[in-house]
C-alpha cells in the first residue's frame, strides 16, 4: 500500500501541483501524504498564474503554494511518483536512483487513459482549463484505485 504520492512534473509549478491540490479534495480512506515536485527547480517558484487562476475559478486556493525540486530522500518504499508523460520517467528515475522504477508511473497509464495530461505551458488559459477539466477526471480514477489498493492491503 502508498503512504506517500508525489505528482512531477517539469517544473513543479502547474500539472504536478494540480494533481496534488484535486487528489487532496478526494476522499481517500487511507491517510496517504500528498505532494508535489518538479524535475528542474532551481529555485522555489510560485504557482504558475494560470494554474492558480483556473484552480481559484473552481474552488480551490493555492496560495502559499512554491515548488520543490525532487530528490531520492523524498522517495521510500511506500511512495508512488506519478509523472504527466513517459518521457518524464528516465529523468524521474535519475534523480531517485534506477532500482525505483516499479514505483514510478505515469498518471494516466495508471488510471487506464490513452492520452497523457498535456503541458498547457505557455498557452493561452483556457488550455490551462482544459487541463483542469482533464486531470479531474483522471484524479478521482487514481483516488478509487488508491482506495481499492488500501482495501486489499487491508485483507491481506
Not at 511512495?79 to 504527466?84: D, I
Request: glycine share 6%.
Amino acid at each position: 500500500m502508498w503512504d506517500k504520492v508525489i505528482f512531477v512534473c517539469k517544473s513543479g509549478t502547474c500539472r504536478a501541483p494540480m494533481a496534488a491540490a484535486l487528489l487532496q479534495e478526494c476522499s481517500l480512506k487511507h491517510e496517504i501524504r500528498i505532494e508535489a515536485r518538479g524535475m528542474v527547480v532551481l529555485f522555489p517558484e510560485p504557482l504558475n498564474q494560470k494554474t492558480a487562476a483556473v484552480m481559484i475559478s473552481n474552488g480551490i486556493n493555492m496560495e502559499g503554494y512554491m515548488s520543490q525540486q525532487l530528490v531520492a530522500e523524498d522517495v521510500d518504499d511506500h511512495t508512488l511518483v506519478l509523472v504527466m508523460e513517459a518521457k518524464e520517467i528516465g529523468q524521474v528515475l535519475s534523480i531517485i536512483g534506477e532500482d525505483r522504477q516499479a514505483q514510478v508511473q505515469v498518471l494516466t497509464t495508471l488510471t487506464g487513459e490513452e492520452l497523457e495530461i498535456m503541458d498547457p505551458y505557455g498557452a493561452p488559459l483556457p488550455s490551462y482549463g482544459l487541463c483542469f477539466e482533464s486531470m479531474s477526471k483522471t484524479i478521482k480514477k487514481l483516488a478509487a484505485w488508491l482506495n481499492e489498493q488500501g482495501e486489499e492491503a487491508d485483507h491481506e
